[in-house]
């Protein structure tokens, strides 16, 4: 009865299909070890042409550690399946990455897990998550002020790389496996560690869940149902959420106009996915950093708000950016131009600063045929100047003259006037004689050095931006 239950959940969702090759996680507990008994019966059933079981020691338990290992490997044995032990610190691992020994263990699990499977030419790696884990999860995530994609559970597929991990026992809750063992007279273990409450999640297994089943003996399963539902109501917002993502998203980051034009909902749902993408991970992002970002949509420029993984969001003019807190985007050093290597027609000099790649070629004013008008390109009278040519960034007091009447305007003003963005200011490239802007790439070009009457020879200033 229970494989045949897990028989057809694997073919409603195709999360097994015929040809498949699967790397199963096997710590050698109830949980585990059903699923490897499970896989290993309906084997020739589901078309499985091959089964390798992993088993992780985090060398955390001392003994203990070492006899699960050799339990695991007993067990593989005996359904005859390729059987792979790969041992590390995690505490110490977990010092290096950064991580909780939790974070640090499940990221090395998988780790391994898709090395063995790529090393075996398995494309499934099945892990034996239970419907107690998927109610657990879900009122763990609840505590703690998830939202609509925590109470979704645990999926019973994800991607991760090329491979597809699997869930097949997720709708099999932990009483129906340990009667699977129990009647086929399969041995388990238990890990000591899943008894002590001191851990959040074992409170939930050991106290709270049972304490829900005494007021209904479907709590499980009906927590379970709520996680599905939330999931197809995630899924749906998901979709819609990414659809309206487009029209307010663009290059200059999200257009806080058409932003405030949509419903709550999207409102919330867009800037979480912000956030998490700019973090790079999803755990402790809250609604309170949603709503701390809500707080400045209608700010003036320059407001900002810090959230967690050193994520900032900040408004520039009429966009709001969502990012990491680097400064250092690109270069701020001063670079000379060497015009002792610019003396003959056609002598030029390449530079890399930053995000940017320049040209500077000598030619003189009877060979040129062409003044290009552009954003790209200059052209300077040569004999203008002064001192020494360089690319730096903007220093205080920078300002360029703007007209043959000798008007001026500050640097400031000509990042304010083209809406340049604040980070960006500090770091936009400016070629200039010294303490004198000749040009505000891309911007503004000073019309003290523009060639004249008397011009004899020039430099062509050319830039383009890195890919």
């Not at 998988?110 to 494309?123: H, I, L, P, R």
């Not at 807190?325 to 027609?345: G, H, S, V, Y």
Request: aromatic share 8%; charged share 30%; proline share 1%.
């Amino acid at each position: 009865m229970f494989e045949q239950k897990i028989f057809q959940f694997i073919k409603a969702h195709n999360i097994i299909q015929s040809g498949d090759s699967v790397v199963v996680g096997l710590s050698g507990g109830a949980d585990s070890v059903s699923l490897i008994a499970v896989l290993s019966s309906l084997k020739k059933k589901l078309g499985i042409e091959k089964i390798v079981a992993v088993h992780i020691n985090h060398m955390i338990r001392g003994e203990e550690a070492y006899r699960d290992e050799v339990f695991a490997k007993k067990i593989s044995s005996e359904f005859g399946v390729d059987f792979f032990c790969y041992r590390n610190d995690i505490p110490k691992l977990a010092v290096e990455r950064g991580m909780t020994v939790e974070e640090a263990g499940r990221s090395y699990r998988y780790e391994c897990f898709v090395k063995t499977a790529k090393e075996n030419g398995c494309n499934k790696i099945a892990v034996a998550h239970n419907a107690n884990d998927v109610a657990e999860t879900v009122l763990f995530n609840l505590v703690r002020g998830s939202g609509i994609k925590g109470l979704s559970g645990i999926p019973c597929m994800r991607q991760l790389e090329e491979m597809t991990i699997v869930r097949p026992l997720i709708e099999a809750t932990r009483a129906e496996i340990e009667k699977y063992l129990s009647d086929n007279k399969t041995e388990f273990i238990n890990d000591s560690t899943n008894f002590a409450v001191d851990y959040d999640r074992n409170r939930i297994r050991h106290i709270i869940l049972p304490e829900l089943t005494k007021l209904n003996q479907m709590a499980t399963k009906h927590i379970c149902d709520l996680a599905n539902e939330a999931g197809e109501y995630y899924d749906f917002i998901y979709n819609e959420k990414n659809r309206v993502k487009e029209n307010v998203t663009d290059s200059s980051g999200i257009d806080i106009k058409k932003l405030l034009c949509l419903d709550d909902l999207m409102i919330n749902g867009i800037i979480y996915d912000a956030i998490v993408n700019a973090a790079g991970k999803m755990k402790d992002i809250s609604r309170a950093h949603v709503k701390s970002v809500r707080n400045i949509l209608e700010a003036d420029t320059g407001a900002m708000v810090n959230l967690p993984y050193d994520v900032i969001a900040r408004i520039n003019y009429e966009h709001l950016f969502i990012e990491k807190n680097n400064t250092d985007k690109t270069c701020k050093e001063q670079i000379i131009i060497d015009l002792d290597n610019l003396k003959r027609a056609g002598d030029m000099i390449k530079i890399d600063y930053g995000n940017f790649n320049f040209e500077i070629v000598f030619d003189t004013v009877d060979s040129l045929t062409d003044i290009p008008k552009n954003n790209y390109t200059k052209i300077v009278d040569y004999d203008k100047i002064k001192d020494t040519l360089c690319i730096r960034t903007v220093t205080d007091g920078d300002y360029i003259t703007i007209n043959s009447q000798g008007n001026t305007k500050k640097i400031s003003r000509v990042f304010i006037d083209n809406k340049i963005d604040r980070n960006d200011r500090e770091i936009w490239p400016l070629i200039a004689d010294d303490n004198q802007v000749i040009w505000v790439v891309g911007l503004r070009y000073n019309d003290a050095y523009r060639i004249d009457d008397r011009t004899k020879k020039v430099l062509i200033l050319k830039y383009s931006t890195k890919e």
